[in-house]
């Protein structure tokens, strides 16, 4: 049984403390915490490698507990310590300057009564050794450590909380697996953003549950008066922009600048104009405070355009630092392994692991969980499950018993990779669906490789078949294979993937579910994440296309994206797709001028996902069905790709249009969609990519998408030269 977070949240509170300057101070914060209305589980004081003042403070306060930081030096170090120390089951942090009111724990307990919420903290109001500066603006509150103008005023979900006053269920920290340790303050440098780091990634990992501000959790934060001259403000102003720039790196500028976007656009300059205008009102601090605030803005932007360029150069050997990822694939049905960071074959050290959760066989989450140098054990794992319970998808169409009235026929067209072939063939005589045939296409093959394979180890099967087209290009090869298959349901995948052992009984149900279904498509997963380039790519190509069933329906398109049904990449992809016999020939077959082999590089599963919705059939996107597909390996294999993908969306959309000339006025008519699409660093196709990856393959996509239109219009050319001028194409075949 998985765990079930506590709906009464027990706190376990750790101060982090550094310099004996403030053990007054720190001593304050202690007696705010000892006071609380809600009574603490422990209070926990970490000190950053300072032997001094960990003997004064475990002699003054011997019933709380006093710990070393046994991290790396610095506040994400010492938090971390804290981290691995408490046993709450909420961790709330309190700076050593700062003080909470009575009630702190209390309201930020009720927060925690919503078991979405993961983390929750509230308002720090600065205290002032002496009065505000007249200069300094309250929307650069920040700069001390405190609340800002521009922050909510009510209660409600926020990107991410200020440390000074935080707090986050023990399962979550457990998962986010800590503070990043580069980025937050060593000493009394200036540094931050490892809060809003920290809790990007708690996002990541828990979509579906929520960072909550409460702004009753009141903490006030003593200000020293080294932070109230302009040379502190400036330099804080600067340390911040240094450590965005860190943060994007780390996770992408959509992400990392979601909050700061809106503040930069809307809240600074409202703050500009407001203080021109208490100055012209006769508050001359007015003027200071709207100049003050063009100051700290391009400090900020110039440390940050610094930082940036900086990154990008780092980022250049990224692809050769790159750590791998374990591919994990667990069933809630069996018992959760321990997950190990270290493969004791290989050696290999993993980062991360990427992991498919299911549900008696049926995806229900996907999980991307930190190694951070430790192993994940079983009950971190369930937790890891546990923390994210929302939203799950609902179960699969009933499965069909062997041998109903369907027969598939799986066709996989292939060309000169026998090796990944074999793989790919063997997870077919693994499918639990009987009722099953296999037709094999050789491409215009370079060797006979693989009718020798086909001849030496599938000689006995008699499910598996073997043809040889000799002209190439994917669509001819699929076409070909059609012809050859008896099934009445015909279903295509790639050489170099490993099928689901569900894979075809949950395409096959969807098509015994309606009758209006035409063509089905599966998720794509990754069959491992070695390299760089694959993750780029498994991140860029965004092969799996969510884990809720979708129908996808020409006379129904009110919930459909702007672009319905022209993305015809969101339907799927041809490693994965599956159409009625009726349906394929109602389209006139896959069309031989696109696809891998032609002029046109692609574009033929996009083409045919159209033009099974044009016929009056519906297309199901199905989770169940499942391939895992291993990606290319190399970046140069990547550029090729890009541009085919870009050649190939160009090539198909040119197809449309030549079939039917008032598609170009659709098109036309959603270009400043297309644009948004394409362009804009906030849709879904650029908000996906990560802020390392090369710019160079973006722009190589795009350039094929504008070559695309005239090679089809060349491979069309090409196809109606063979047609007149039909090649003798030696075409052999073992039943």
Excluded at 380 to 409: C, H, R, W, Y
Aim: glycine residues 8%.
């Amino acid at each position: 049984m998985l765990k079930i977070s506590e709906s009464r949240a027990t706190f376990s509170v750790v101060i982090c403390a550094h310099t004996m300057d403030r053990i007054d101070l720190l001593s304050r914060a202690v007696a705010s915490i000892c006071s609380q209305s809600l009574p603490t589980k422990e209070l926990i004081v970490v000190c950053d490698h300072n032997d001094e003042l960990r003997s004064q403070i475990s002699q003054k306060y011997p019933s709380i507990l006093v710990v070393e930081n046994s991290e790396a030096k610095g506040l994400s170090g010492a938090r971390n310590t804290g981290l691995k120390i408490a046993s709450g089951s909420v961790i709330a942090f309190l700076d050593d300057d700062a003080q909470a009111s009575e009630d702190w724990l209390e309201k930020l307990a009720r927060a925690y009564l919503d078991p979405k919420v993961m983390a929750a903290g509230g308002i720090i109001d600065p205290d002032w050794p002496d009065a505000r500066p007249r200069w300094f603006p309250r929307e650069f509150d920040w700069v001390v450590g405190c609340s800002y103008k521009g922050q909510p005023h009510e209660g409600g979900v926020v990107r991410n909380l200020i440390g000074c006053n935080m707090s986050v269920r023990r399962e979550v920290a457990t998962a986010v697996g800590g503070f990043r340790e580069s980025l937050g303050r060593v000493g009394d440098n200036a540094s931050g953003c490892e809060e809003t780091d920290y809790f990007i990634r708690a996002y990541k990992l828990f979509p579906h549950r929520t960072v909550y501000f409460e702004p009753r959790a009141i903490v006030h934060h003593s200000i020293e008066k080294t932070r109230t001259t302009w040379s502190y403000f400036v330099q804080r102003c600067r340390a911040e922009g240094k450590s965005k720039a860190s943060l994007v790196a780390f996770v992408g500028s959509s992400v990392g600048l979601s909050s700061e976007t809106n503040y930069a656009k809307k809240v600074l300059p409202s703050g500009v104009w407001g203080g021109l205008r208490e100055g012209l009102r006769g508050d001359v601090g007015g003027f200071f405070r709207a100049a003050t605030i063009c100051a700290g803005f391009l400090s900020v932007a110039s440390s940050f355009t610094v930082g940036r360029i900086r990154s990008q150069l780092r980022s250049f050997n990224s692809a050769r630092n790159f750590q791998p990822y374990r591919i994990i694939d667990i069933d809630l049905a069996d018992k959760l392994p321990n997950l190990g960071c270290l493969d004791p074959k290989s050696g290999c050290l993993y980062s991360a692991t990427w992991c498919l959760v299911r549900s008696n066989g049926q995806p229900i989450k996907i999980l991307e969980i930190p190694f951070d140098g430790r192993d994940v054990s079983s009950e971190m794992l369930a937790e890891f499950i546990a923390a994210d319970v929302s939203d799950l998808p609902p179960g699969p169409l009933p499965a069909l018993t062997p041998n109903n009235q369907f027969k598939v026929s799986v066709i996989i067209a292939t060309r000169d990779r026998a090796d990944s072939l074999r793989r790919c063939l063997n997870s077919m005589l693994a499918q639990t669906y009987n009722n099953l045939e296999i037709v094999v296409v050789d491409n215009a093959p370079s060797d006979s490789k693989t009718k020798d394979l086909i001849d030496r180890e599938y000689a006995q099967t008699s499910q598996v078949q073997y043809v040889c087209e000799n002209i190439p290009g994917l669509a001819r090869a699929h076409n070909f294979g059609v012809s050859h298959a008896s099934g009445d349901i015909l279903a295509f995948t790639d050489d170099d993937v490993i099928a689901d052992p569900q894979w075809v009984s949950s395409i096959a149900a969807n098509f015994a579910h309606s009758e209006s279904i035409g063509c089905v498509t599966g998720m794509i997963l990754p069959a491992e994440l070695l390299t760089q380039a694959q993750l780029w790519t498994e991140l860029h190509g965004g092969f799996g296309k969510g884990l809720f069933r979708r129908v996808f329906d020409l006379s129904n398109p009110s919930n459909e994206s702007p672009l319905f049904p022209y993305t015809a990449g969101a339907f799927g992809s041809g490693a994965n797709m599956a159409f009625r016999r009726a349906t394929l020939e109602r389209m006139g077959g896959f069309d031989n001028a696109l696809g891998a082999g032609t002029i046109a590089r692609g574009g033929d599963d996009l083409a045919s996902f159209v033009a099974a919705l044009q016929v009056g059939d519906q297309l199901a996107y199905e989770p169940g069905a499942m391939v895992w597909h291993f990606h290319r390996r190399e970046v140069q294999g990547m550029r090729r790709q890009a541009y085919s993908y870009g050649m190939g969306l160009g090539a198909y959309l040119t197809k449309l249009i030549l079939n039917e000339p008032k598609t170009l006025l659709l098109l036309i008519r959603k270009l400043p969609d297309a644009f948004t699409h394409m362009f804009s660093r906030n849709s879904k196709k650029m908000a996906r990519l990560p802020d390392n990856y090369p710019r160079k393959l973006v722009w190589t996509e795009r350039l094929g998408i504008l070559t695309g239109p005239p090679n089809y219009i060349r491979s069309l050319l090409r196809e109606h030269l063979v047609r007149a001028n039909p090649i003798e194409s030696n075409v052999q075949s073992r039943h």
